[in-house]
Every structure is written in structure tokens, then in C-alpha cells.
Nanobody, 125 residues
Framework: VQLQASGGGLVQAGGSLRLSCAASGRTFISYAMAWFRQAPGKEREFVASISWNGGNTLYKDSVKGRFTISRDNTNNTASLQMNSLKPEDTAVYYC???????????????????WGQGTQVTVSS
């Protein structure tokens, strides 16, 4: 599956953005999806993940209650709704896919084999 992330931009602290990840191919339903981010000078970190059927999700502690991951298996898309954004959320955000029909969701980057190109999110204070 090939991934294309979009929806990044510049927003003030407290604002919202919605990131989208469009997947090609007819096997999207066989993949768990996730979002990662990488800030300048820092390592890539896990943000959120969702199982193949949307039944299970996992979040980084610092985004719980502010970010929501979702997916639409009809339209082969995954999304990340980001509310109450903070300057520390500034990063390049990547969507990733992991071939899995398990209900278990994981956060380690090493588990994800397919990656999108990234979209910049900048939150000003």
C-alpha cells in the first residue's frame, strides 16, 4: 500500500488541524494505521494508531484527549483530528501502515513497513 499524507499547515496555539492519509490499493483493510511525528533535532515518535477495523486505538500520552485517529475503509483513508494544538506539537507528521488483521495496536515504528512522505504542522504561540 502506498500512502499520501496531507492537511498540515500553520495554526495558532489552541487551534485545530485535520490530517489525512490516502492509501492506494485494495488491501487497505488489511492494514493497521498510525501517525508518527518528527520535530527538528528529535527522533521520530509515535502519536496514534488504529486497528484494521477501527475497533482499537492507541495514543501517545501527551496527545490523549486532544487528538483522535480514525479511518474510513470504504475510501481508503486514515485521519488524525488534532485539537487544542500546542507549540510542542510542531513537527513533520507521517502516516504509516502495518499489515495486520489483529485487534492489537502497537506504537513502535519498527512494526510499520509502509510510510507516507510527511506533512508539516507548525503551531505558533
Amino acid at each position: 500500500v502506498q500512502l499520501q499524507a496531507s492537511g498540515g499547515g500553520l495554526v495558532q496555539a489552541g487551534g485545530s488541524l485535520r490530517l489525512s492519509c490516502a492509501a492506494s490499493g485494495r488491501t487497505f483493510i488489511s492494514y493497521a494505521m498510525a501517525w508518527f511525528r518528527q520535530a527538528p533535532g528529535k527522533e521520530r515518535e509515535f502519536v496514534a494508531s488504529i486497528s484494521w477495523n477501527g475497533g482499537n486505538t492507541l495514543y501517545k500520552d501527551s496527545v490523549k484527549g486532544r487528538f483522535t485517529i480514525s479511518r474510513d475503509n470504504t475510501n481508503n483513508t486514515a485521519s488524525l483530528q488534532m485539537n487544542s494544538l500546542k507549540p510542542e506539537d510542531t513537527a513533520v507528521y507521517y502516516c504509516a501502515a502495518r499489515f495486520s488483521k489483529s485487534s492489537t495496536v502497537v506504537g513502535g515504528a519498527r512494526y510499520y513497513s509502509n510510510w507516507g512522505q510527511g506533512t508539516q504542522v507548525t503551531v505558533s504561540s
